[in-house]
C-alpha cells in the first residue's frame, strides 16, 4: 500500500496547486476524502481510459460535488485530460468547473453539487446494470453533512428495497461541515447505525488507512443480498497541520503563500 500512500500525496499536491491557482475551492474536504479516492481509482474501481465509453464498467459518482479537484486530479494523473489543465480550475471557460459536469468533462459520470443526489444517481445505475446482468459495481462518496439531506434516505430505503447488492457507498465522516460541526448544525451519528435500520450491509474504518478501506471495498464487493456502506472516519484537512479540523477550510482556496506551506508540510510527510 506503500506505492498508493505516495500516491495519495501527489494528488493532494497537485490539488493545493490548482486551488491556489483558481483562487477558491474547498480544500478540508478535499484533503479527507483523498484517500478513500486514490483506493478506488487505482485499485478497487474498473475505470480507465480504455474502458470509460463502454458501458459495462464500473460507475462511480461523487455525491460531494464541492470535492470535484481531488476527481480532478486523479482523472487528470490517469490520462482522462492534460494535467496542465488543472490549473484552469473554475476558470471562465475551463471544462473544470467548481463541481463535476458530465457534459464538460471526460471521465465524470454523473454532474453533482446539489447535495443529496448522488445515491439517488447511483440507484438507477446499479439497476440498469443487473437489468442487463453486467456483474460491475457502483460506487458514491457522500459527505457526512450530506447525510441531512432527506433524499439519502429515500434513496437508502431504495436501495436496500431493490436489494443492489453491487452498490457500494462511501462516507467522508470527517465531522464538519461550511456552518460548523455536523452535530451542532443538525446531528447526523449513528451513522452506522442508521444504514443498518435500513438493512444495510454496514463498516467502519479509518478514512485514512488504505489498506482497511481496500479490505472493507472487498467485503463490500462478497455481499450478495444488500447494498454496502463503509463509514469512513476522516480529519477535514488531512495532511496539512493548520488546515486539520478547522472548519474555516472548508471553502476557503489557500493564498499562495499558504499553498507554499502546505506544499513543504505534504513533501516533509514523504
Same mark, same amino acid.
Given at each position: 500500500?506503500?506505492?498508493?500512500?505516495?500516491?495519495? /500525496?501527489?494528488?493532494?499536491?497537485?490539488?493545493?496547486?490548482?486551488?491556489?491557482? =483558481?483562487? !477558491? %475551492?474547498?480544500? *478540508?474536504?478535499? #484533503? @479527507?476524502?483523498?484517500?478513500?479516492?486514490?483506493?478506488?481509482?487505482?485499485?478497487?474501481?474498473?475505470?480507465?481510459?480504455?474502458?470509460?465509453?463502454?458501458?459495462?464498467?464500473?460507475?462511480?459518482?461523487?455525491?460531494?460535488?464541492?470535492?470535484?479537484?481531488?476527481?480532478?486530479?486523479?482523472?487528470?494523473?490517469?490520462?482522462?485530460?492534460?494535467?496542465?489543465?488543472?490549473?484552469?480550475?473554475?476558470?471562465?471557460?475551463?471544462?473544470? /468547473?467548481?463541481?463535476?459536469?458530465?457534459?464538460?468533462?471526460?471521465?465524470?459520470? =454523473?454532474? !453533482? %453539487?446539489?447535495? *443529496?443526489?448522488? #445515491? @439517488?444517481?447511483?440507484?438507477?445505475?446499479?439497476?440498469?446494470?443487473?437489468?442487463?446482468?453486467?456483474?460491475?459495481?457502483?460506487?458514491?462518496?457522500?459527505?457526512?453533512?450530506?447525510?441531512?439531506?432527506?433524499?439519502?434516505?429515500?434513496?437508502?430505503?431504495?436501495?436496500?428495497?431493490?436489494?443492489?447488492?453491487?452498490?457500494?457507498?462511501?462516507?467522508?465522516?470527517?465531522?464538519?461541515?461550511?456552518?460548523?460541526?455536523?452535530?451542532?448544525?443538525?446531528?447526523?451519528?449513528?451513522?452506522?447505525?442508521?444504514?443498518?435500520?435500513?438493512?444495510?450491509?454496514?463498516?467502519?474504518?479509518?478514512?485514512?488507512?488504505?489498506?482497511?478501506?481496500?479490505?472493507?471495498?472487498?467485503?463490500?464487493?462478497?455481499?450478495?443480498?444488500?447494498?454496502?456502506?463503509?463509514?469512513?472516519?476522516?480529519?477535514?484537512?488531512?495532511?496539512?497541520?493548520?488546515?486539520?479540523?478547522?472548519?474555516?477550510?472548508?471553502?476557503?482556496?489557500?493564498?499562495?503563500?499558504?499553498?507554499?506551506?502546505?506544499?513543504?508540510?505534504?513533501?516533509?510527510?514523504?
Amino acid at each position: 500500500m506503500e506505492k498508493l500512500e505516495k500516491k495519495a /500525496q501527489e494528488l493532494r499536491r497537485m490539488i493545493i496547486e490548482s486551488l491556489a491557482a =483558481a483562487g !477558491s %475551492g474547498h480544500p *478540508g474536504g478535499f #484533503l @479527507s476524502a483523498i484517500d478513500i479516492l486514490t483506493t478506488l481509482y487505482y485499485q478497487e474501481m474498473t475505470i480507465n481510459t480504455q474502458n470509460y465509453e463502454q458501458r459495462d464498467r464500473d460507475h462511480f459518482i461523487l455525491s460531494k460535488g464541492h470535492g470535484a479537484p481531488a476527481l480532478y486530479a486523479i482523472l487528470a494523473d490517469k490520462g482522462f485530460f492534460p494535467k496542465s489543465d488543472l490549473m484552469t480550475l473554475r476558470k471562465f471557460g475551463s471544462h473544470l /468547473q467548481g463541481h463535476p459536469d458530465k457534459n464538460k468533462t471526460y471521465g465524470v459520470d =454523473a454532474s !453533482s %453539487g446539489s447535495l *443529496g443526489q448522488g #445515491l @439517488s444517481i447511483a440507484n438507477g445505475l446499479a439497476l440498469a446494470k443487473r437489468s442487463n446482468d453486467s456483474d460491475c459495481f457502483t460506487f458514491v462518496l457522500l459527505g457526512d453533512g450530506e447525510l441531512q439531506e432527506g433524499q439519502v434516505w429515500e434513496a437508502a430505503m431504495s436501495a436496500a428495497h431493490y436489494h443492489l447488492n453491487r452498490l457500494i457507498v462511501l462516507i467522508d465522516h470527517n465531522g464538519l461541515q461550511i456552518d460548523g460541526t455536523n452535530e451542532a448544525i443538525m446531528g447526523v451519528n449513528y451513522i452506522g447505525a442508521k444504514f443498518a435500520s435500513f438493512n444495510w450491509h454496514v463498516q467502519q474504518v479509518n478514512g485514512h488507512t488504505i489498506s482497511a478501506i481496500a479490505q472493507a471495498i472487498q467485503m463490500a464487493k462478497k455481499e450478495t443480498e444488500a447494498p454496502s456502506v463503509i463509514v469512513c472516519e476522516t480529519i477535514k484537512g488531512k495532511g496539512i497541520s493548520f488546515m486539520e479540523n478547522q472548519v474555516g477550510w472548508h471553502g476557503k482556496a489557500p493564498s499562495h503563500e499558504e499553498a507554499a506551506l502546505a506544499l513543504a508540510e505534504l513533501m516533509g510527510a514523504e
